[in-house]
């Protein structure tokens, strides 16, 4: 057998790549992660309780989460989506419509389609800096909040903004609307320094996927559940359905390690190194586009895409998060004393980076689109594979996703049109990585 995994691994390490990008552990540098072994990889044998009937030191390791006396945690090791499926599976029998973000994390259409049910999909504010979605516009959502059962939002987007969540949070109070708030990208909300939790203003359901910014392994993610949430003891019973019957001791002790690191962390040394990190990047002509978290940095840079960009930090082996038409997104590590982050070796890399000088932005011909405001779930049975360019006017047959961020920008079930074609083009012409598209093909509905 080749071990085509095993043989990538081994080269990419060989080069001592860089982390700016998730999970929080930044290659195992970052965090407590080193007081666990492989050893602890076992099943339920006496003593070690069960994560699906949790009454003993799995019960106790849960109730130490206490970011918020209104809230009990729940791990999660099949991640943040398993979360987000049991909360929506959870109402799929109260009266009412569900209410997303547009900018929803595509496990959230998943479950849509499990419930077989439709949703109204909010209207959003743009973000002038990053051109992404921020948050649902405040005029009309009373309007589109009414008959709700659930409201789905995103906070903080993928590139590290807020928006007024505890104004928005306001309007559901009137309709009494139910909240599941997926702040996968918040677990070190809180901290000094850092922006406010959900948790701290009254949602029902809030995700947050420890292993994204703090040093827990990849998977492990914790729901915090309202002691009077609606519906609660639906979704605990729906976090077994969704959840592996042999849930990883790995991903629970790590999730243990994180938060413990959580408890103690002192965010002074990050702002340092931070500040440190800018000053780098500003000395080779990039500029940084600040957002609300300081754990985001946007990079731009005069005259270069945002793909550019990527391929020169990968030139000297720092892996950022993502690179869309703009910017290159770093994640950075939580920087604390005795870490084992190559910190300086970062910078000297940074530093060795040859950026020309352009004289003018890129000026991006990036076609429209605008999804309606309601997602139907469909069952498509039937399918093919055409070229993009063959398929205006056919029934889209599966979700068109950029990855990461993981948001579904063309839904199935759509009439595709021309602007989407084009906008499909544009992804493969400029080699973004969309999920639903393979070598210039789609799927479609086959009649």
Known sequence: MSLPLNKKFDELL?????????????????????????????????????????EDVIAQSMSNVKKHPDYDAYYLVNGTTSGILSVIQG??????????????????????????TSCRLLGMDMSIK?????????????????????LVLTYPNYYGECFDIEETLKYTKIHQTPTLIDE???????LAG???????MGADYVVQSYHKTLPSLTMSSIIFIH????????????????????????LMNSLELAHDFYEKYDSNLFFEKRRKCIQAIESIGMRIVEVNDPLKLNIQCTGYSGI???????????????????????????????????????????????VEKRSNNIDYKIPDYELCGLYQPVEISKVKSIDINEAENQILAVNIVPYPPGIPIMLKGELIT????????????????????????????DE
């Open 130 to 150: 990053t051109k992404q979605y921020l948050g649902p516009s405040l005029n009309g959502l009373l309007q589109q909040l009414k008959d709700s059962k659930l």
């Open 91 to 116: 109402f799929s029998n109260v009266q009412g419509e569900y209410v997303i973000a547009r900018n929803a994390h595509k496990s959230v259409f998943h479950a849509l389609d499990l419930v077989h």
């Open 308 to 354: 550019e960009l990527q391929q020169l930090f990968e030139n000297k082996d720092i892996y950022v998060e993502l690179a869309d038409e703009y910017q290159v997104l770093f994640v950075l590590p939580l920087w604390h004393k005795g870490d084992y982050y190559p910190f300086q070796e970062l910078i000297d890399r940074i530093k060795q980076i040859e």
């Open 14 to 54: 060989k080069r001592k790549p860089i982390s700016m990008h998730v999970p929080g552990h930044k290659n195992m540098t970052i965090g407590y992660l080193n007081k666990m072994n492989f050893e602890m990889d076992m099943t339920e044998i006496t003593g070690l309780d069960d994560l699906h009937h949790a």
């Open 418 to 445: 021309k602007n989407m074609i084009k906008l499909m083009n544009y992804w493969c012409e400029q080699h973004i990585r969309v999920e639903g598209i393979k070598k210039h093909k789609i799927e479609i509905k």
């Open 227 to 250: 002691k009077n949430a609606p519906q609660r003891e639906k979704v605990l019973k729906y976090l077994a359905y969704f959840q592996s019957s042999s849930p990883s001791y790995l």
């Open 184 to 190: 996968a990208h918040g677990a070190h909300f809180d």
């Open 194 to 200: 850092f922006p406010k939790s959900s948790l701290s």
